[in-house]
T-cell receptor
Framework: TQLLEQSPQFLSIQEGENLTVYCNSSSVFSSLQWYRQEPGEGPVLLVTVVTGGEVKKLKRLTFQFGDARKDSSLHITAAQPGDTGLYLCAGWRGAGGTSYGKLTFGQGTILTVHP | DAGVIQSPRHEVTEMGQEVTLRCKPISGHDYLFWYRQTMMRGLELLIYFNNNVPIDDSGMPEDRFSAKMPNASFSTLKIQPSEPRDSAVYFC?????????????FGPGTRLTVT
């Protein structure tokens, strides 16, 4: 059973289109992160959202954390070929006080943006 | 900063052989993580250390896997004996804990193929 379900698994679009990737769970997370991974490299952190309902923008990328802190979305406006990659959501549980907590990753969404 | 350094980048070995993966975390980071990534299971946490002490090894698949961190600048993940199902990309990540944010910095990974 996957704790974090990402959808869609694959997304192939044309340059200039908009897209949304979803990350859903039945569990509550203290915070949620989105990473981007390119072939042959490790994941790179894009954003951390902490508060339910929080919205963060990073240029053409908009990240939202659900009110109940169980889900999140990543929206890309006017996608470019350089956005191509694997997008991973990851949720933190149990973090606080002296506990580092545990980070659980979703399966990822492979995005391909064609010129 | 050089980032997290992993070696080797690629490893091909025969079933039954011992494999040792190496990691140098970012200087000053006090947490170190080992992950495994496959198409089927995604990115899985194997074990993590805090100040060189193993904190959570519940993700280690079985006794064939062991990890050590003899000092703050070096860690190893050993598989003995290796099996074809161990073929995957193994990532090392490091982090320092800050209130409200847990940024993990990933290395480039070691692609392991066991034949």
């Amino acid at each position: 059973t996957q704790l974090l379900e990402q959808s869609p698994q694959f997304l192939s679009i044309q340059e200039g289109e908009n897209l949304t990737v979803y990350c859903n769970s039945s569990s509550v997370f203290s915070s949620l992160q989105w990473y981007r991974q390119e072939p042959g490299e490790g994941p790179v952190l894009l954003v951390t959202v902490v508060t339910g309902g929080e919205v963060k923008k990073l240029k053409r990328l908009t990240f939202q954390f659900g009110d109940a802190r169980k889900d999140s979305s990543l929206h890309i406006t006017a996608a470019q070929p350089g956005d191509t990659g694997l997008y991973l959501c990851a949720g933190w549980r149990g973090a606080g006080g002296t506990s580092y907590g545990k980070l659980t990753f979703g399966q990822g969404t492979i995005l391909t943006v064609h010129p | 900063d050089a980032g997290v350094i992993q070696s080797p980048r690629h490893e091909v070995t025969e079933m039954g052989q011992e494999v040792t993966l190496r990691c140098k975390p970012i200087s000053g980071h006090d947490y170190l993580f080992w992950y495994r990534q496959t198409m089927m299971r995604g990115l899985e946490l194997l074990i993590y250390f805090n100040n060189n002490v193993p904190i959570d090894d519940s993700g280690m698949p079985e006794d064939r896997f062991s990890a050590k961190m003899p000092n703050a600048s070096f860690s190893t993940l050993k598989i003995q004996p290796s099996e074809p199902r161990d073929s995957a990309v193994y990532f090392c990540a490091s982090s320092f804990r800050r209130v409200g944010a847990y940024e993990q910095y990933f290395g480039p990974g070691t692609r392991l193929t066991v034949t």
